[in-house]
Structures are given as structure tokens and as C-alpha cells.
Nanobody, 115 residues
Framework: QVQLVESGGGLVQAGGSLRLSCAAS????????MGWYRQAPGKQRELVAL???????FYADSVRGRSTISRDSAKNTVYLEMNSLKPEDTGVYYC?????????WGQGTQVTVSS
């Protein structure tokens, strides 16, 4: 049973920074990618950033240049550091793990950016 546990969300002032963490546990092999999605109130869930097994990364236009996704493969943990936060970054951030043909999701962590 694969489990993803996120941490690091909270209330941040605009212009501030935060670091989200997602630790994966269980039987984990053949990871395709790990990443972060977010869902703002009344909106669909959207991709924020991905890191693939080879180490390449992808960022949504909205966060590119002020976010960094990284991983610790030994700990099966992925991180998302976000800087220069904006109120529009507010939402529930979900960790995602692509494993073979299956996607796994964390429970989500709330990020609120106040103006």
C-alpha cells in the first residue's frame, strides 16, 4: 500500500516563501514521476511541478522561475520550494506519485497566501 504524506503548508504573506514536503512509503519501484498539483476554491486541480525519474523537471508557467522541485530518492521524498508567493497561489496542494500505470495522491495540504 503506497502512502503519500504531505507537510509544510500554512499561512504565508504575499512575497514570502514556503517549502512543501511529500514522503512516500510502501512498495515503491519504477517511479515515473513525482510532483505537485494544486486546487483553488471553485477551480479544477492543476499541475504545479513535476520531477521525472531521470531528474528532469517541469513547471507550470504560473510558478516557473520562482519555484523549485527537488527530491531525495533515498527517502522517497519530493520537495517544492516556492518563493515570491502570490495570493493566487492559494489552494490545496496535492502530492502525486506516478508508479507504473497508477497515480497515487496525498491527502493535500492547505497553502494560504494573504495579501
Amino acid at each position: 500500500q503506497v502512502q503519500l504524506v504531505e507537510s509544510g503548508g500554512g499561512l504565508v504573506q504575499a512575497g514570502g516563501s514556503l517549502r512543501l514536503s511529500c514522503a512516500a512509503s510502501g512498495i515503491i519501484a519504477s517511479i515515473n514521476a513525482m510532483g505537485w498539483y494544486r486546487q483553488a476554491p471553485g477551480k479544477q486541480r492543476e499541475l504545479v511541478a513535476l520531477i521525472f525519474s531521470a531528474g528532469t523537471t517541469f513547471y507550470a508557467d504560473s510558478v516557473r522561475g520562482r519555484s523549485t522541485i527537488s527530491r531525495d530518492s533515498a527517502k522517497n521524498t519530493v520537495y517544492l520550494e516556492m518563493n515570491s508567493l502570490k495570493p493566487e497561489d492559494t489552494g490545496v496542494y496535492y502530492c502525486n506519485l506516478g508508479l507504473g500505470t497508477t497515480n497515487y495522491w496525498g491527502q493535500g495540504t492547505q497553502v494560504t497566501v494573504s495579501s
